[in-house]
């Protein structure tokens, strides 16, 4: 059962200062052919959505919106699913109230 | 490698890593902190409430200069169905006092004026660092920590772990486990911005007051959670929360629940109109107790959220973690002052000192507390709150039923959603789970 109300989590990261690292990805999904349940539970549980599956039904993450909570390293670091760190200093998102 | 030694690392310019370092700068200890945000602040996320105790024996005269919202003078329980709120509030002209005991924050600007004291204090913080790794010799003593700059690696006597709740660097260097999903809740948090006039008048406040609002009940559909709505000067910040292990069994979304609550009737006409400008997300330890990590060892010590202090049941974090960094550094100083080596052995005395304040006596008391609300979490946050909701209705509805039909179908909603048997089975074990 998933929520009924319809989202656009695109829009409230919109809200939030970022400064991108770009080809420095902090976080990496392991490659895989069909995803664990670990790596499905995140497709709902990242409250920034970054992850989707593509095409080929595989998870993939895309972490420029990422808001650093740690859900995913914790649901997906133990079965080795992903691989966790933070971004570089200075990158990442900026909290301005926080 | 920098040359330069220091006396302790402090790793985080959170609560509990600015109240160590401040307290260790302030005994003319040579402090290093780091920081891996564009500044102190940047990268932290609460609701957020400041004790005023804890803060002030380390700055009694925070009041004149700290970026403070609102005292608080009221505070709100509701119990949510989807259409109504049953709630307990508590509002004194006692908190209306000369020095007021709690607070509303905004925690990017307070831990950024915070980090000012502890630079004044003389201790040396510098952001735009991550570290990546703790230094360790070959007998596994931590002798510093190793960073993302170039020849990054600084060496100390003590290391103060102060990374937070998703700190890797402990984890890392196999000092304590990495949280599990039913011991953390992913909360995820709006700040509404609204004129301070409709801010007041919403809230029924004059001046600098404050009200507090936290709400259980159908917004978590049946997992372990709590909502949240906090008046600021000229925002409010509004959330809601739920244990990652909820979140990974059911698929719901932390957004989806978000959005559902800021459309509850009885939520949605306190954000009329505002304008949104920040959507964040953070884990809060949930643990309680019993997932409290080894809290010291050789060269190191561990302080606030990284070591899961966190009083879950009085939604009591950020004084806490600022009361172990302060104990933290007492007691490190304390070591150093004997000329004693940072041993595990020697800096046990935090340990001891943690134990004796309210932060380890407090989560003792509740230790059965996390595990009774998780296993229980349909009931507590589901059936209950349907109804006692679906109770105060039919006592307050008027329509020619007589007074004895309604209580008798009251009590048979109770006890065909949950059983004698369970019901006085909920009531004893949350009463000896609270003793």
């Not at chain 1, 392991?30 to 990242?46: D, F, G, W």
């Not at chain 2, 800096?347 to 001891?352: N, P, R, S, T, V």
Request: hydrophobic share 40%.
């Amino acid at each position: 059962m998933s929520t009924d109300v319809a989202v656009r989590v695109e829009d409230k990261l919109f809200y939030n200062r970022y400064q991108v690292d770009p080809g420095r990805a902090h976080i990496k999904v392991r490659p895989h052919t069909t995803p664990t349940p670990q790596l499905k539970a995140l497709l709902n549980a990242c409250p920034a959505r970054c992850y989707e599956l593509n095409d080929k039904g595989q998870v993939e993450i895309t972490v420029d919106g990422c808001i650093e909570c740690g859900t995913c390293r914790v649901i997906g670091e133990p079965s080795g699913d992903i691989e966790w760190s933070y971004p570089r200093g200075g990158y990442g998102v900026l909290f301005k109230f926080g | 490698m920098i040359e330069e030694r220091f006396d302790a690392i402090v790793v985080g310019a959170g609560m509990a890593g600015n109240a160590a370092a401040l307290t260790m700068a302030q005994r003319g200890m040579k402090v290093l902190q780091l920081e891996r945000g564009e500044y102190s602040g940047s990268k932290n996320v609460q609701g957020a409430i400041l004790y005023a105790d804890m803060l002030e024996k380390l700055i009694p005269d925070f009041r004149e200069e700290a970026p403070l919202e609102r005292h608080l003078v009221e505070q709100r329980f509701w119990m949510l169905d989807d259409k109504s709120h049953v709630g307990l509030h508590y509002k004194s002209d006692d908190f209306n006092e000369e020095k007021p005991n709690r607070y509303t924050i905004i925690r990017a600007q307070f831990d950024k004026w915070f980090s000012s004291k502890v630079k004044e204090a003389g201790a040396t913080v510098l952001c735009e660092t991550t570290v990546t790794e703790l230094a360790q010799d070959a007998y596994g003593k931590v002798i510093g920590v190793k960073t993302d700059r170039r020849d990054g690696e600084i060496h100390a006597d003590v290391v103060v772990l102060a990374e937070g709740v998703n700190g890797l660097l402990g984890t890392r260097a196999g000092l304590r486990e990495r949280p599990k999903p039913e011991n953390v809740a992913l909360a995820v948090k709006e700040m509404h911005f609204l004129p301070r006039e409709t801010i007041e008048a919403r809230f029924n406040l004059k001046g600098d007051e404050g009200a507090v609002i936290e709400a259980v009940g159908t917004i978590s559909r049946g997992m372990t959670g709590m909502g949240f709505i906090y008046s600021n000067k000229e925002c409010i910040s509004l959330g809601i929360g739920c244990l990652v292990s909820d979140f990974q069994k059911t698929g719901e979304t932390p957004y989806g629940l978000l959005e559902r609550f800021k459309q509850h009737p009885s939520v949605a006409p306190l954000i009329e109109g505002s304008e949104v400008k920040e959507y964040s997300a953070h884990l809060i330890p949930e643990g309680g107790y019993n997932a409290i990590p080894e809290l010291c060892g050789d060269g190191w010590v561990v302080v606030g959220d990284a070591a899961q202090l966190n009083n879950a049941v009085h939604r009591e974090g950020s004084n806490l973690a600022m009361t172990s960094g302060r104990i933290a550094a007492e007691a490190i100083f304390q070591v150093k002052s004997r000329r004693d080596p940072m041993t595990k052995a020697n800096l046990a005395l935090y340990k001891k000192m943690l134990e004796d304040s309210f932060v380890i006596k407090d989560l003792k008391k509740y230790k059965d507390m996390p595990a009774l609300l998780h296993n229980q979490s349909q009931n507590f946050f589901l059936t209950y709150p349907q109804l006692v909701s679906k109770a105060m209705q039919n006592f307050v509805r008027v329509d020619g039923t007589p007074k004895k039909e309604k209580e008798s179908s009251t009590l048979r909603s109770f006890v065909s959603a949950r059983s004698w048997t369970g019901l006085f089975g909920d009531a004893f074990r949350f009463a000896r789970a609270w003793r």
